[in-house]
């Protein structure tokens, strides 16, 4: 981490927190509106040299399970036309401003992941634990989730070798056009990503 981030982080995450307040009532009331109550997502992701904080996100996927096995329906199948809406305007990402503050994540790192893909990282891949997580990273304005998993991991390996002030403000200028453009936001017929089941 070069000099200066963390002020980097918090000079940029607790003025939005408060300018996009009044986004994230409305996102967290839209999904308490489609999943009857529940609004904030919650879930350990392995962050710094992998050890595990909790991220927060919008709810986007209701809890719709099959009827006849009582186990959730596959994501795709209980993500509704407002979660992906919610996921393509990146509201959902909202909450996450608190990891920030609280120095879980960063603004710019790769994005946190699975805790169960831990142990199918090659070495290489798990370079990408060498820097906190971040809202937005290298691999989110090369492709988001329309490339594969080992294209990007070598984009967050790139950055870890790279990480620096100004690789990230350009990467913070570039997301700003990703999420208006709302460009890869999912691969093809996934809500997100196919799950990551090692590299051959």
Do not use: I, N
């Given at each position: 981490m070069y000099p200066g981030k963390r002020l980097l982080d918090l000079a940029v995450a607790l003025p939005l927190a408060v300018l996009t307040a009044p986004l994230l009532v409305l996102g967290a009331g839209l999904a308490a509106w489609q999943n009857g109550g529940p609004w904030l997502f919650r879930q350990a992701r392995p962050g710094l040299r992998g050890q595990l904080f909790t991220l927060f996100k919008l709810?986007?996927?209701?809890?719709?399970?099959?009827?006849?096995?009582?186990?959730?329906?596959?994501?795709?199948?209980r993500l509704p036309a407002l979660g992906r809406w919610l996921r393509a305007t990146s509201l959902d990402e909202l909450p996450q401003l608190w990891n920030i503050v609280r120095g879980?994540?960063?603004?710019?790192?790769p994005r946190p992941l699975l805790p169960q893909y831990l142990p199918l990282y090659s070495p290489r891949q798990a370079r990408r634990h060498l820097v906190r997580p971040g809202l937005t990273g290298w691999a989110q304005v090369n492709g988001r989730n329309a490339i594969s998993w080992e294209e990007k991991f070598e984009l967050d390996n790139w950055y870890v070798d790279h990480e620096s002030f100004l690789l990230d403000l350009r990467i913070?200028?570039?997301?700003?056009?990703?999420?208006?453009?709302?460009?890869?936001?999912?691969?093809?017929?996934?809500?997100?990503?196919?799950?990551?089941?090692?590299?051959k």
């Open positions: 709810q986007t996927m209701t809890m719709a399970r099959d009827p006849a096995t009582g186990q959730l329906l596959p994501d795709a199948q879980d994540m960063s603004l710019v790192g913070l200028w570039r997301t700003a056009g990703r999420v208006l453009g709302r460009r890869g936001v999912a691969a093809a017929g996934e809500a997100t990503m196919p799950a990551f089941r090692g590299s």
